[in-house]
């Protein structure tokens, strides 16, 4: 996307180099990576990342006017429905497609959103071990706003940790230690004092919460919540308390959040940078060219359920209609030069949602599959996770 930037990178790489890399993020977390990190950046230039900075605006604040409590619509499940809700979650993510309009200007394509937090610290700590095995310009950064490293993570420790003592302060997941996402939390104690805790293991008195270290029993105050509900329904861990009840905690994000801003909302979202999307109950006639959606299912994430190739008959079939969208199909635009062919790009675009949402940092994920993803670049080269730099 900056052609100096990209052939200079491809020119220097070395497999030597990026072996050397995951060396090193192995050895600072004594473990393997659970998910593969690509080989190469990706390198946008002003114009572009104006772009896609408008776009991510923009959806961000279209969903700032999104009126829930007058909808007819269900945004959470009965049965996952968690009191105290806030006025908006802390964490936003959009994630765009990179593609190309008719006259072959990149344009972000909406894909998926979330109110739920994602890799907020392994992406500082990505950025700082890239910077020491690659030869990066220094006027290059993943952050916005006038971030850089040491400000990025002092506003993440404004935001969740406040006037809060860190240990009183935890990341809630089930069995954390065996999340393909462990390096994060592993990160994020590291960075911000916050100790992964297991859903198994937190001690309910009334409507207050506590977890021990070392015999030592500590209070509650904050949740740095990253439970997702379809792997809590399948997993064999369960609460040690009631997670539905209403305590004296905060949460960060609040539950409610992972199902209201998700697959839910995007046929709410109209916008030249969101792809038509329909919920299937309020469709008297599918679309003539069904081949160009997919179809999604409201209540299922990580891409469980989604059916890329669908027919007038699959959709006849589904009785819950309310619970599924269609969504156009985008094309990705192979973007990323690399040493065996291009590759495509889809950006997540992260935010903290304090007084307003702001734009703070991002992550990037290469694909030459068929879709993003694991299943669709297996035995591939230049794939995987990493991080969009910008001027």
Same mark, same amino acid.
């Given at each position: 996307?900056?052609?100096?930037?990209?052939? #200079?990178?491809?020119?220097?790489?070395?497999?030597?180099?990026?072996?050397?890399?995951?060396?090193?993020?192995?050895?600072?977390?004594?473990?393997?990576?659970?998910?593969?990190?690509?080989?190469?950046?990706?390198?946008?230039?002003?114009?572009?990342?104006?772009?896609?900075?408008?776009?991510? &605006?923009?959806?961000? %604040?279209?969903?700032?006017?999104?009126?829930?409590?007058?909808?007819?619509?269900?945004?959470?499940?009965?049965?996952?429905?968690?009191?105290?809700?806030?006025?908006?979650?802390?964490?936003?993510? !959009?994630?765009?497609?990179?593609?190309?309009?008719?006259? %072959? =200007?990149?344009?972000?394509?909406?894909?998926?959103?979330? %109110?739920?937090?994602?890799?907020?610290? @392994?992406?500082?700590?990505?950025?700082?071990?890239?910077?020491?095995?690659?030869?990066?310009?220094?006027?290059?950064?993943?952050?916005?706003?006038?971030?850089? &490293?040491?400000?990025?993570?002092? #506003?993440?420790?404004?935001?969740?940790?406040?006037?809060?003592?860190?240990?009183?302060?935890?990341?809630?997941?089930?069995?954390? +230690?065996?999340?393909?996402?462990? *390096?994060?939390?592993?990160?994020?104690?590291?960075?911000?004092?916050?100790?992964?805790?297991?859903?198994?293991?937190? *001690?309910?008195?009334?409507? =207050?919460?506590?977890?021990?270290?070392?015999?030592?029993?500590?209070?509650?105050?904050?949740?740095? =919540?990253?439970?997702?509900?379809?792997? /809590?329904?399948?997993?064999?861990?369960?609460?040690?308390?009631?997670? @539905?009840?209403?305590?004296?905690?905060?949460?960060?994000?609040?539950?409610?959040?992972?199902?209201?801003?998700?697959?839910?909302?995007?046929?709410?979202?109209?916008?030249?940078?969101?792809?038509?999307?329909?919920?299937?109950?309020?469709?008297?006639?599918?679309?003539?060219?069904?081949?160009?959606?997919?179809?999604?299912?409201?209540?299922?994430?990580?891409?469980?359920?989604?059916? !890329?190739?669908?027919?007038?008959?699959?959709?006849?079939?589904?009785?819950?209609?309310?619970? +599924?969208? /269609?969504?156009?199909?985008?094309?990705?635009?192979?973007?990323?030069?690399?040493?065996?062919?291009?590759?495509?790009?889809?950006?997540?675009?992260?935010?903290?949602?304090?007084?307003?949402?702001?734009?703070?940092?991002?992550?990037?994920?290469?694909?030459?599959?068929?879709? *993003?993803?694991?299943?669709?670049?297996?035995?591939?080269?230049?794939?995987?996770?990493? !991080?969009?730099?910008?001027?």
């Amino acid at each position: 996307m900056v052609r100096e930037l990209r052939e #200079k990178f491809n020119a220097d790489f070395t497999d030597e180099k990026y072996n050397a890399l995951i060396n090193d993020i192995e050895n600072k977390i004594n473990r393997k990576l659970d998910f593969r990190i690509c080989e190469t950046p990706l390198f946008l230039d002003k114009k572009n990342i104006t772009v896609l900075v408008d776009a991510a &605006y923009e959806i961000a %604040g279209i969903i700032e006017k999104i009126d829930f409590g007058n909808s007819h619509r269900t945004f959470v499940p009965e049965k996952y429905f968690v009191p105290n809700e806030d006025s908006h979650p802390l964490f936003l993510q !959009i994630d765009f497609a990179i593609t190309r309009d008719e006259e %072959g =200007n990149i344009l972000p394509q909406l894909i998926e959103l979330q %109110g739920f937090p994602s890799l907020y610290n @392994f992406q500082a700590f990505l950025d700082s071990e890239l910077r020491k095995f690659y030869d990066l310009p220094s006027e290059l950064t993943p952050y916005f706003n006038g971030l850089d &490293y040491d400000s990025y993570i002092e #506003k993440l420790k404004r935001a969740m940790i406040g006037d809060s003592n860190p240990e009183n302060v935890i990341l809630l997941e089930i069995d954390p +230690y065996n999340q393909k996402t462990w *390096i994060d939390f592993h990160i994020a104690e590291m960075q911000l004092g916050i100790k992964p805790v297991c859903i198994s293991d937190v *001690i309910q008195e009334g409507k =207050n919460l506590y977890y021990e270290i070392d015999g030592r029993k500590i209070k509650i105050d904050k949740i740095y =919540n990253r439970v997702i509900f379809d792997e /809590l329904e399948r997993s064999e861990i369960k609460p040690s308390f009631n997670f @539905f009840e209403e305590f004296n905690v905060t949460w960060l994000s609040h539950p409610n959040w992972f199902f209201k801003i998700s697959k839910n909302i995007l046929p709410l979202i109209k916008s030249k940078y969101a792809p038509p999307s329909y919920y299937l109950d309020e469709l008297s006639v599918y679309p003539g060219d069904l081949e160009n959606y997919v179809l999604k299912p409201l209540f299922s994430f990580a891409g469980s359920g989604v059916k !890329i190739e669908i027919s007038q008959n699959d959709l006849d079939k589904i009785k819950d209609k309310e619970n +599924y969208i /269609l969504q156009r199909k985008v094309k990705y635009e192979p973007v990323i030069k690399t040493p065996d062919g291009y590759a495509k790009a889809e950006v997540r675009m992260m935010f903290l949602w304090e007084d307003k949402p702001e734009l703070v940092n991002n992550l990037l994920r290469v694909s030459k599959g068929k879709m *993003i993803g694991v299943d669709y670049n297996k035995n591939k080269t230049w794939v995987g996770a990493n !991080i969009m730099y910008h001027e």
